[in-house]
């Protein structure tokens, strides 16, 4: 078996079977995780949206990097973020992204940090928006929906547009995630920096949405952040989505709290 071994490090094949076992490993790790994929706040969610063994993969190239054209010749891509480094209990955990950006949630009951796992929503016409590093808060806070959180947080990637470009389309999606009648008011753009780079953010606010559970919310919040990224994208999109009105929602202070924590991943 040494001899073996030794005969397939000579001949180059050893490190390829290594690097191919890494990934699936790596693979095995993220699907371990995946959260869901759906529209809570259609008619239909009960049949869209489903607990991460019966998720299945949207007709989109990447639920957490959407790209519209090719990265520059050069610029650097990962595949999966770096490892995120357990903070100590009730400290404020950071979820560096594979776009060389890194946000920070409260350390606080209720999160469940995550730079692993990916949602999005759909609709009967197909994919809309898909997130990866994903942090949730509330998680089935609702008894009457199992796959009920209270706030989602995420980020995901643009090539070939501006920072205004894209966020002004991911946060366009809002119409579709909440098409059910809900009225939508859009503000923005408010411009601000990350890490000594230009970003700006749209904010969504919900109302109106009709309630299918006693617990569902009628208001909502949906915040989008664009800035340059360092790998992966030109630019990372970040997202926050909170329930409004409801007991143990996010304040707009908690909101503000996460997107100004945004900054660039040390090395």
Known sequence: ????LGLLKKYGVLKPLRDIALAVAALAALM??????????????????????SWAPPASPDAGTTTVAPLPPGFPSME???????????????????????Y?????????????AVMGWSDDDGFIAGYGAVS???????????????????????????????ARDAVGEVRRIFSNGSKIDIRGPFTFQVS?????????????????????????????VATPAYATAEVMVFMIEHHVGLQGSLSDKDIDAIVMSLEKTEE
Do not use: H
Request: contains cysteine; aromatic residues 10%; charged residues 20%.
């Open 104 to 116: 920070t949630v409260p350390g606080t009951e209720g999160w469940r940090p995550s730079n692993m």
């Open 196 to 224: 000594g780079q230009p970003a700006v953010r749209y904010t969504a606010a919900v109302t109106d949405i009709p309630q299918d559970r006693s617990c569902d919310p009628t208001r909502a919040g949906f915040d989008i």
């Open 136 to 166: 949730d808060y509330g998680y089935r806070y609702c008894p009457e929906f199992k796959s009920s959180r209270l706030a989602i947080s995420g980020a995901t990637g643009r090539n070939g547009v501006d920072i205004d470009t894209a």
């Open 80 to 102: 999966f973020p770096p490892p995120m480094v357990e903070a100590p209990e009730g400290q404020p955990q950071p979820v560096p992204t594979k776009f060389g950006l890194t």
């Open 1 to 4: 078996m040494v001899r073996f």
């Open 32 to 53: 371990a995780v995946v959260m869901w994929v759906g529209n809570p706040y259609t008619d239909d969610a009960q049949t869209t949206a489903g607990a991460a063994s």
